[in-house]
């Protein structure tokens, strides 16, 4: 059934900010989680005897200060409310909270209102705004981190295939072809670089997630996708190094950028496509 628009964006906004709420959780503890799971196979590897850690996941412990690790309030919990709320700072240290919190669930609400826009209350919608979130997250993770894991890499690239099977099945092949040729062409990238200066250019994760891309996109959006990610990323990459010097020497990593790139393909491929196609003809 078709819901009013005075229902309808509400709820896509609302739906958004809560799924945003969400990702900050994935965002800040994945990693953690990961890097526990590794100390883990590490020791076992080792035959060290087991470490006994407290229960972490994305359920438990409940959110709490990153400073005092008091747990935080239901109310002080709502999307984007909670935290201007206390005017980003903890209720009872007052130690600052990182507006990545805000910006990560203000992020997911622009993104479920674009969907909704392009696609309307659709399983096609709901299949791309879950690739915007996944690619949200990723992006937030790398720039953290600098990791991009596979718990999420490669599932994103299986629902890429799984959405050309679903809703453009004639695209199945292309999107396949998309996904191999997304993961060589970083590969390739990746060893001719280090071949020639000794250094790795980008990680693993990378070629991941450019496969993912062509599953979702198919592999005629590739080289839009490489020259969108490569080109936002140096200007991004020379604006910040002039704005602080002490990170000219700093890695810097590449999957928000590529991530940035699969959202404007994703959700205006179609135009960009044939905008590129003319000036490559003219």
């Known amino acids: 059934m078709d819901l009013p628009p005075s229902l309808l964006w509400p709820l896509a906004a609302f739906v958004g900010l809560c799924l945003g ?9 994945l990693p953690v989680m990961l890097m526990l799971g ?18 972490f996941n994305l359920a438990t412990p409940r959110s709490m200060c990153p400073s005092c690790e008091t747990p935080i309030a239901w109310h002080d919990n709502l999307p ?8 980003g700072r903890c209720a009872n240290c007052d130690a600052a ?15 479920a209102l674009a969907v909704v826009a392009l696609f309307g209350p659709s399983w096609q919608g709901l299949f791309v705004l ?19 894991p596979d718990l999420l890499t490669l599932p994103l690239l299986w629902a890429g295939l799984a959405y050309q ?16 040729a997304g993961y060589l062409v970083l590969w390739s990238f990746y060893w001719a670089f280090k071949l020639i200066t000794g250094k790795e250019g980008m990680g693993y994760g990378d070629f991941k997630l450019l496969a993912a891309l062509g599953a979702w996109m198919g ?10 990610s490569a080109g936002i990323g140096a200007i991004i990459g020379i604006l910040v190094q002039l704005a602080v010097p002490r990170l000219r020497a700093a890695p810097m990593p590449f999957g928000p950028y590529l991530a940035l790139a699969g959202w ?3 959700l205006a491929g179609e135009p960009l496509m044939a905008a590129y196609g003319r000036f490559f003809l003219l």
């Open 165 to 180: 099977l679903l809703f453009q099945p004639l695209l199945l092949s292309s999107a396949v072809i998309g996904a191999m």
């Open 264 to 266: 404007v393909a994703l």
């Open 130 to 148: 879950g690739a915007c979130l996944a690619l949200l997250a990723m992006a937030v993770i790398d720039l953290r981190t600098q990791l991009l």
């Open 80 to 87: 984007v409310v909670g935290w201007l709320k206390r005017r």
């Open 219 to 228: 592999w005629q959006y590739l080289p839009l996708l490489l020259i969108l």
């Open 97 to 111: 909270i990182s507006p990545q919190y805000p910006l990560v669930e203000l992020a997911g609400g622009a993104l």
């Open 38 to 55: 590794w100390r883990a196979e590490a020791r076992e590897a080792l035959e060290l005897p087991s470490e006994t850690q407290p229960e």
């Open 21 to 29: 709420s969400f990702l900050n959780v994935v965002i800040v503890r």
